[in-house]
């Protein structure tokens, strides 16, 4: 049963992942606009030889 | 053709209605030239989807005067912008008016406007835009000038709004509650194995299992434990026991107590217990933790001012950053601006509008000599005026240096959770220490588990959860009704309110001035012009506003003019006798009704009059409902000639009190307070600053949350008055729940206690005590707000 001295210190590793990214994500202030991602996803790109309407 | 018809109606720009003019573009109607000026700007870079995304998405652009010189003044531009060097530019800008899909879209799209522009984004719960551009194709003065083309005027204050609150709160609270949060779920798991029982040959598991639970701890302990440990220190030191006490002490024992078991090989230790307390405090606190980011309540008078002034010098105007104006300085204020200082009027016919410094309703017309007070705002023509006392000290700012504004806030208001926590503390300080000497005399062991099982047991988590979580339910109803308040502990602070004190203009009436003139009377078209021709001779405010109502009308001769100050005018007008004036003036019996009134006479018959009325904001009527229970009374800085029609709300005259400085309303609040009276003062203009702050709840009264309103604890909108006493009652259901959430919270502790004192406290007990006792409270305050809420016809 000495697998699982290694499998705990995998998970702990990969959780330890998790939580770099979770803090890379907030020095990076990618949650300090929470809500206008969620309106600029639904407006449209329009082609830029389009616009001359 | 019929399309045609429809359209015409309202502004394809702002969807109002295109009375007063009609413009067409691209055959499109527009009502006035400002909103076709943004169209075509906007379909000559081909924009033309922002009118796709919602109909009439654009404010109305009826003025159109740019005023952004002061922006070539290199030491103002230094303060607002975030970054500069010789290529680039960087500035964020606070620009009320977005709102929607259509502002996000549109101001992302600024490059196609003007290619200087780099980047442009938007933070829509902020309203907030950041830009980055080019130095060499625009400078700030142009991106702010594009901006206002386009219908989007950035709000340019010195004492920056947004940015400071940006600055404020950096306490990292998120990554200490990622932190505990990852502790918290890996212990757990890692305690499963102890819970579920170890047999003989895993022992060696167990140690290590014990060793993983410290390690995890550790960061728990040291990051996210420490404010408790330094806020029950610091006051202790104040004398203070507060709720943060008990839980540091809870903290400090579950760690020594996993730390001593494990170490000595005695149990698994209270790791999960441990970190899950921490974890759900930490949680706690970050929903306690709520702001506005559009909404400031800490505004003051410079906010209220503009950013700079044009000075006259030499011949010449140039702007001058408002902080460096000097006395003796030659100013000009022009149409709509406001005068920043006490200053002499030299030139220019000034009339000018003090409704939201004094509470007076009418304009006043000031001669030239006289001194012009601060904040007023010109209407009319531009003046020149030389100031005679620096900005900080004139009439109006003065007021700013009273104690109110100085004094500590701290003690104000002092919430239910730190008058318990002061008794559970010294309770659970009893029981603990009893449990000690109980057991000390037989058994050493037993006595320090009993007593350390007490502080883990009763340690107030649930407690500690209850407010926060209520408080931040209830302010969330209070927000979706426009009522924001500035923390969770203005909610327990209006529950106590029993006396109300009301401002008049811009708080029971609405706007600033007279809106409504009535007209009682029918003119024929010869009485009209006679009528318009006096008054267009008059520079009284109520003249210029009858003038407006009776519309351009042909100027007849007049002869014998006379101006009887506070009484009325007379004059021949076409050989006839005409008087217009007010009542006493009329020398003949005529109904006195409620408001201003103007009475006009001609040839000794009387035609009728003018009554100036202020419209009242709507729900007054259930706001005075409330009035067994509350005291109400009117502080107003205006005249009193609106005594009547306010008397039918406020009943006798000692509750209504006019001609009040902003000193004396200010005064007023103190003199009730010391009367033992919980004071909400509801003001909106600058001269309640005064009274707002030292009221036990200031409430500022506005029409647009985005508009200036004084520094407050709370912001109304004007559409909600009518819902004060729901505000009211929901305020004391809320308060009520947290005293039922103590109470489940307490018969919790007492469970475990029944068990801690005897010794024998198993940490998978503690382990599932706790959360269970806190999903409890959190689910019972979240429904039972909701139902109060329901009940309260707020949501």
């Known amino acids: 049963m000495s697998i699982i001295y290694f499998l705990i210190g995998c998970s702990i590793i990969l959780a330890l992942v998790f939580l770099g990214a979770f803090f890379w994500a907030q020095r990076h202030g990618q949650h300090d606009d929470l809500y206008t991602p969620s309106v600029r996803i639904l407006l449209d790109d329009q082609p830029a030889e389009e616009t001359k309407k | 053709m019929a399309i045609d018809t429809i359209t015409q109606s309202t502004c394809y720009h702002c969807g109002n209605d295109c009375t007063e003019g009609h413009y067409e573009f691209d055959q499109k109607s527009f009502c006035c030239v400002g909103c076709r000026g943004v169209y075509q700007v906007l ?31 290199p030491k103002i531009v230094n303060d607002l912008i975030d970054y500069t060097d010789d290529k680039i530019t960087v500035v964020t800008l606070y620009i009320p008016y977005i709102h929607c899909s259509s ?194 309540f800490e505004r003051d008078y410079r906010s209220f001012f503009p950013v700079a002034v044009q000075v006259m010098e030499e011949g010449k105007e140039r702007p001058l950053p408002l902080s460096e104006l000097k006395v003796g300085q030659r100013i000009r204020i022009r149409h709509n601006e406001i005068i920043p200082a006490d200053a002499i009027l030299l030139q220019g016919e000034a009339l000018i509008d003090f409704s939201f410094v004094t509470g007076e309703s009418v304009p006043v017309s000031k001669t030239l000599g006289e ?114 308040l500035k923390n969770t502990a203005v909610v327990e602070q209006l529950a106590r309110i029993n006396t109300i004190v009301l401002d008049k203009t811009g708080t029971i009436t609405t706007g600033g001035g007279i809106n409504a ?36 009308q042909p ?67 259930e706001i005075f409902g409330l009035k067994p229970q509350y005291k109400f009374y009117l502080l107003s800085g205006d005249q009193d000639h609106e005594r009547k029609a306010m008397a039918e709300f406020f009943g006798e005259d000692g509750y209504m009190h006019f001609k009040k400085s902003p000193q004396e309303k200010l005064d007023f609040v103190k003199s009730l307070q010391l009367a033992d009276r919980k004071v909400m003062m509801i003001g909106d203009g600058l001269n309640d600053s005064g009274a707002l702050k030292q009221s036990d709840l200031g409430v500022a009264i506005t ?59 198993s940490p998978l007990f503690a382990a599932i005590l706790m959360p269970l006792s806190t999903a409890t409270i959190i689910s019972f305050t979240s429904i039972a707000t909701h139902v109060a809420a329901k009940k309260r016809k707020l949501l």
């Not at chain 2, 009682?520 to 009284?540: G, M, V, W």
């Not at chain 2, 005018?569 to 006195?592: L, P, R, T, Y």
């Not at chain 2, 508009?707 to 929901?730: T, V």
């Not at chain 2, 475990?752 to 004192?757: E, R």
């Open chain 2, 43 to 73: 379909s000559q870079s081909g924009l033309c989807n922002y009118y796709t995304y919602n109909d009439h998405p654009g404010a109305n652009r009826a003025r159109i005067d740019k005023r952004f010189e002061y922006l070539d003044e």
């Open chain 2, 103 to 296: 502002c996000i879209w549109l101001l992302e799209q600024l490059n196609r406007i003007n290619p200087a522009i780099y980047y442009s984004r938007i933070d829509f719960l902020k309203k907030q835009i950041n830009v980055r551009f080019s130095n060499d194709g625009m400078n700030l003065r142009q991106l702010v000038e594009l901006l206002f083309d386009i219908g989007y005027e950035p709000l340019i204050s010195l004492q920056d709004v947004v940015k400071k609150q940006v600055t404020g709160q950096k306490d990292n609270l998120v990554r200490k509650i990622a932190v505990a949060g990852f502790c918290f779920g890996n212990v757990m798991l890692i305690s499963f194995p102890e819970y579920l029982g170890l047999s003989e040959y895993e022992q060696t598991f167990r140690q290590f299992f014990g060793w993983l639970n410290i390690l995890f701890s550790l960061p728990v302990v040291f990051s996210g434990g420490t404010e408790y440990f330094v806020s029950a220190w610091n006051n202790l030191r104040n004398k203070v026991l507060n709720i943060d006490f008990p839980l540091a002490l809870g903290i400090a024992v579950l760690f020594i107590r996993t730390l001593a078991e494990i170490l000595l090989h005695t149990g698994p230790g209270f790791a999960d217990t441990l970190c899950g307390l921490v974890f759900f405090l930490l949680v706690g606190k970050f929903v306690q933790r709520k702001t506005y980011y559009h909404i400031s």
């Open chain 2, 371 to 484: 001194v012009v007070y601060a904040g007023g705002r010109q209407t009319g023509e531009a003046l020149e005026l030389e100031v005679i006392k620096p900005v900080s000290q004139s009439y109006l700012t003065q007021l700013w240096n009273n104690e109110a504004f100085t004094r500590q806030q701290d003690n104000r208001m002092r919430t239910f959770s730190e008058t318990v926590s002061k008794y559970f503390s010294i309770v659970l300080l009893l029981v603990a220490f009893g449990s000690l000497f109980f057991w000390i005399s037989t058994d050493l062991a037993r006595g320090l588990s009993a007593f350390t099982a007490v502080l883990i047991v009763a340690c107030p988590c649930a407690l500690a959860l209850s407010t926060p979580f209520t408080m931040s339910a209830a302010l969330s109803i209070f927000d979706r009704n426009f009522f924001y």
């Open chain 2, 517 to 552: 003139i009535a007209k009682h009377a029918e003119f024929t078209d010869l009485e009209k012009q006679i009528i318009y021709s006096l008054c267009s001779n008059s520079s009284h405010p109520l003249s210029r506003q009858i003038c407006q109502v009776m519309g351009e």
């Open chain 2, 555 to 621: 100027r007849l001769n007049i002869s014998s003019y006379q101006e009887i100050p506070g009484k009325g005018i007379s004059a021949w007008v076409n050989g006839h006798q005409v008087k217009i004036g007010s009542a006493s003036f009329m020398h003949k019996g005529v109904d006195v009704n409620a408001g201003t009134e103007v009475h006009i006479m001609i040839d000794d018959n009387y035609c009728g009059a003018f009554i100036f009325k202020q419209s009242f904001r709507n729900g007054l009527k």
């Open chain 2, 703 to 761: 029409d647009d949350v985005n508009n200036f309103s004084p520094g407050s604890d709370a912001i109304l909108d004007g559409k909600s008055l009518c819902k004060l006493p729901a505000f009211f009652r929901f305020s004391k259901d809320t308060v009520n729940i947290i005293h039922i959430s103590f109470l489940i919270s307490l018969t919790y502790n007492l469970i475990g206690l029944s068990y801690a004192v005897t010794g024998n406290l």
